[in-house]
């Protein structure tokens, strides 16, 4: 029995205000702002975002660091990423995020090790600076292959007044003008992994560009494009990248996923930046355009129906050589595409999915799970602005429930009674929706699984869907007795 | 290629194929300005050789894979294993995001922690008001029956006091006035994971016992220490206290809210020392850590109100588990039941079947100072010889430790202890000085990539094998775990080097 759109609307203002029923006034009033119904027709979802978590709720959010060290700059392979402060971000956040790269690791790539200044006592009491010099010696005689540094603050150094910068400055004048990035993306900073993307995008933008063109040798092509915000998290900005090229472009770098330093450094020379993951690099985007002229667009290479429109789009900022070929690129696939939706659509079809993720996930993967036949009734945003409930309008149904930086009880009364067949959210979340019953995939992850971006993706993430569905195991967690 | 319908590949297999590889080819050939590959070759070779290993180890202030976390996560550990207790971290909020995941990722289970979400005008102003607030939030979302408090580096850095902060939150209400709400400080700059864990520890028994008047009874309370196998240990534990009807509490049990059942409800809480017991256990005749380096600071408190204490080391082996028994023994008085003394003998037999394939091989371990020693131990029994172990937040007291344990068997004499050195102090040792197997988390896996060495997943955290966890390591039943995941290995080490038909396959045996 499926509710009509008005009863569904009218459930989730129930529901909403039965989460409610549980929080002291004060953080009821303010929590009431990041729930809503979306309303067809109008220009957001109707829900405050961006503004500092509540105390003692169980946000599911992260900090600076792990937007600048964990997100933008962790992938970039060649560099080595010092994460500056106490052991821990370094520990928890060590080869946690699939973003995958081609490389000899620890000679000249570095993405899944832990470098650390591990602050004791005394580095907090005396400062780190001296240590951090130190450390940047020690990187140059034991990784003399690496191409540069960059320096992730943790919560300590904004506390105790470091001179990171001075320091930076210094080792690359001493080290004939290496690439020493001072960040300052401390965790208590911001409300969110948000700030910290803004922060490193500046930091590239300050420390990256504005050092000058390093490789003036590089010859350039009409067609030369750069791929922002697709961190290849289990090769998602390969299967990307091989769709691009296949219709004529060429990619002359990947931000950040399997990213090198020449690559940041040859960006200014795109003649098209395109975007992916708009919330974590539209910054440097936006400034690419003001400076150097580059016009960007947002891309979706989620399930063929986006990938489709995005690759028109994406052509239609080139010539007709471009455009035939996002033609070819579209016709070859459509078989396989076809015969994917085929096989799982009568599987998934009508099934109904609950998201709640960060970056652009909680809108881009909706038209995949259309293109199966699924419905999404709940998306939000980790840390969304409201720029992306501005975009989520293209993709998400009347009716839809909206949650904003959802707390761990709000979602989990959400899903207990909405009861969705399907959860997509992270690792936390996981074993929640599991251990209830639901269905559940990490939509952060992949599950360990993927690609899901472009066309090769799709064929995985219909696959993995329907493996999490229609798993035997959902119907074992009743005994028969009971 | 595109994807066949039918057998869809991901990222095992779809970026094998040659559009893939020559993609990737191109890409380093003309975008990556890469070093040439003969360059990384031979600066791939230079960091195995023994220039390479002394540079490595005269570093002084750079860590690299390090193999120990910080102290709120301990903290986290601790909290989970009482009664509908919360765990609430005072500081940034990015770090519980931390702790929940990586708990989640070792042991496959929902990991509850709050946050007090402290931004830059709390750094500012301290973090008073998120004290307040935040206290008041979950004691009215999560109904706990217990918040247990610790701190991460920014609450430590601002110099927050919890005792004020904890005493003007229940003055305005955020709990009722007779809440419990233990706290710990546990700066990230200090010590590591177990530290923390210690730190927790003593500040929840502490708020229960402070003030009390002890009346000595017969209980025994136990501790775990941080422990990766605590689900499966914790249950080791209880059925060898039930086999010889020990009275006792176990402290911070949280073998249950890490492996609850999915039968359509989420557990936020489950089972844990409850918090009478917590309250009783201050009458207890005697307390029995089986971490030493978890507890000291918490084993010190507890002797002071007058309680016997006793230390192991991560026990494992036959020797270890004997005294660990025969400890257990005279402490109650009660004496080891045939049972026990017939898993001993059954385990000694296994051994007995077993040891020629251990017997002289060379093992390399690391991890948290107890589980080394207790591993160290266990090798040494066996006849096998742990030739480098390693342990990052291992200190000067336990390098003597471990010293005096090799001196102690024939099978130590070439063996080496390496107290506050990293997982790539590590790979120099296993490039310059082989060994035959590696013990150690899932980090380890790159040490087996880069040396060869095969790992066997001993250790926190795996993250990249299933359930182990489960599973004890202590007793003679965990012993026999132990030996068994050691075992595996062997043989399928065995097996891998002799599976080349008609080269090396006459050793491909059947039997072994």
């Known amino acids: ?482 | 290629m595109t994807q066949d319908v039918q057998n869809v590949v991901d990222h095992f297999n779809l970026f094998r194929s040659p559009e893939y590889k020559d993609m990737f080819a191109d890409k380093r050939k003309n975008f990556e300005f890469a070093h040439p590959d003969e360059k990384v070759e031979e600066t791939a070779e230079w960091t195995k050789g023994w220039e390479y290993r002394k540079l490595n180890f005269e570093r002084e202030a750079l860590t690299v894979n390090p193999a120990k976390a910080c102290q709120p996560l301990g903290a986290v550990f601790v909290a989970v294993g009482f009664e509908g207790t919360i765990p609430f971290v005072h500081g940034s909020q990015g770090c519980v995001a931390y702790y929940r995941s990586h708990f989640s990722r070792h042991f496959k289970e929902p990991s509850s922690c709050v946050s007090s979400s402290m931004t830059e005008d709390a750094a500012v102003f301290g973090g008073l008001n998120n004290m307040i607030d935040g206290l008041a939030n979950t004691h009215s979302m999560y109904k706990p029956k217990m918040i247990a408090v610790s701190t991460t580096c920014m609450a430590e850095v601002i110099g927050d006091d919890l005792n004020g902060f904890i005493s003007t939150a229940r003055e305005k209400g955020s709990v009722p006035a007779d809440f419990p709400v233990p706290y710990a400080h546990t700066p990230a700059f200090v010590g590591s994971h177990i530290t923390g864990y210690d730190n927790a520890l003593k500040g929840i028994v502490s708020h229960f016992w402070e003030g009390k008047e002890r009346t000595p009874g017969e209980k025994i309370n136990f501790i775990g220490g941080f422990d990766g196998y605590t689900v499966g240990n914790l249950r080791e534990v209880k059925r060898i206290f039930d086999l010889m009807g020990v009275n006792y509490t176990i402290l911070a049990d949280n073998s249950d809210v890490w492996d609850t059942p999915a039968d359509g409800e989420f557990r936020m809480y489950d089972g844990g020392t409850t918090l009478d017991d917590a309250k009783a256990a201050l009458n207890a005749k005697a307390t029995i850590s089986m971490q030493q380096y978890c507890t000291e600071k918490t084993l010190d408190y507890i002797a002071k109100t007058g309680q016997e204490t006793v230390a192991f080391n991560h026990p494992v082996g036959v020797a270890a588990t004997d005294k660990f028994l025969m400890e257990l023994s005279r402490i109650t008085g009660l004496p080891i039941p045939d049972a026990l003394t017939k898993e001993r003998g059954r385990l000694v037999d296994a051994i007995a079947d077993s040891s020629a394939h251990i017997h002289g091989k060379k093992f390399a371990i690391y991890g948290d100072p107890d589980l080394c020693y207790g591993l160290a131990g266990f090798l040494l029994e066996l006849g096998a010889e742990p030739t480098h172990v390693l342990s990052t937040n291992g200190g000067k007291e336990w390098e003597i430790k471990m010293q005096a344990l090799f001196d102690s068997s024939p099978f130590g004499k070439d063996c080496h202890v390496y107290p506050g050195k990293d997982l790539w102090h590590m790979r120099s040792l296993l490039n310059t000085e082989p060994v035959d197997f590696l013990i150690g988390n899932t980090y380890g896996k790159y040490l087996e990539r880069d040396t060869g060495t095969p790992l066997i997943r001993i250790g926190f955290p795996v993250f990249d094998r299933h359930h182990h966890h489960r599973y004890p390591v202590w007793g003679y039943q965990g012993t026999m775990n132990t030996l068994v995941w050691i075992l595996d290995k062997i043989f399928d080490e065995m097996d891998k080097s002799t599976i080349v038909p008609a080269k090396t396959d006459y050793s491909f045996d059947i039997i072994r």
Request: aromatic residues 10%.
């Open chain 1, 1 to 482: 029995m499926s509710l009509t759109v008005e009863q569904v609307k009218e459930r989730n203002q129930d529901l909403i205000k039965e989460v409610l029923e549980v929080y002291p006034d004060k953080t009821a009033k303010r929590r009431a702002k990041h729930l809503g119904t979306f309303e067809e027709g109008k220009p957001d979802c109707g829900v405050k975002s961006n503004v500092k978590s509540i105390p003692g709720v169980m946000t599911i959010r992260g900090c600076a660091y792990a937007g600048s060290k964990g997100v933008v700059w962790g992938p970039i392979k060649d560099m080595i990423h010092i994460s500056h402060g106490p052991v821990g971000c370094g520990q928890y956040s060590w080869a946690a995020r699939r973003n995958y790269y081609i490389g000899t690791t620890g000679v000249d790539s570095f993405v899944t090790m832990q470098f650390t200044s591990d602050f004791q006592e005394k580095d907090i009491v005396f400062g780190g600076d001296k240590k951090l010099e130190k450390i940047m010696d020690e990187i140059q005689v034991l990784f003399p292959l690496n191409k540069g540094i960059s320096v992730q603050s943790e919560c300590p150094i904004g506390l105790i007044g470091d001179d990171i910068e001075a320091v930076s400055k210094k080792k690359s004048k001493e080290y004939d003008g290496k690439t020493i990035v001072p960040v300052r993306c401390e965790g208590f900073r911001g409300v969110s992994q948000s700030l910290g993307h803004h922060i490193a995008n500046d930091t590239i933008r300050d420390w990256i560009f504005d050092k000058g063109d390093k490789h003036p040798e590089f010859v350039g092509t009409p067609y030369d494009v750069a791929i922002i915000g697709d961190y290849n998290i289990g090769g998602d900005a390969w299967a990307s990248r091989i769709l691009l090229e296949e219709m004529g472009l060429r990619v002359i770098a990947q931000w950040s996923g399997d990213g090198s330093i020449a690559e940041l450094e040859n960006s200014p020379k795109a003649k098209l930046n395109v975007l992916h993951c708009y919330r974590s690099m539209n910054y440097i985007s936006r400034h690419m355009e003001e400076k150097y002229g580059i016009p960007w667009v947002e891309y979706n290479f989620f399930g063929p129906s986006k990938i489709e429109a995005s690759l028109r789009e994406i052509a239609s900022h080139f010539d007709d050589k471009i455009k035939e070929g996002a033609e070819k690129v579209i016709a070859k696939y459509r078989k396989m595409m076809d015969a994917v939706i085929e096989k799982y659509k009568p599987r998934l079809a009508d099934k109904t999915v609950m998201l709640f993720v960060g970056g652009l996930r909680p809108r881009h993967v909706i038209g995949a799970y259309e293109d199966l036949g699924m419905n999404v009734v709940g998306t939000g945003y980790e840390f969304g602005h409201n720029d992306d409930y501005q975009r989520t309008t293209h993709y998400v149904k009347d009716g839809t429930l909206i949650y904003d930086d959802v707390t761990g009880y709000e979602f989990e009364k959400f899903v207990e009674k909405i009861q969705p067949d399907l959860v997509g959210s992270g690792i936390k979340e996981k074993y929640v929706f599991q251990k209830m019953g639901v269905p559940f995939r990490q939509m952060h992850s992949w599950d360990y699984s993927g690609p899901y971006h472009g066309y090769d993706g799709f064929a995985i993430f219909a696959r993995d869907m329907d493996m999490a569905i229609n798993n035997p195991v959902w119907g074992l967690t009743k005994a028969p007795w009971k």
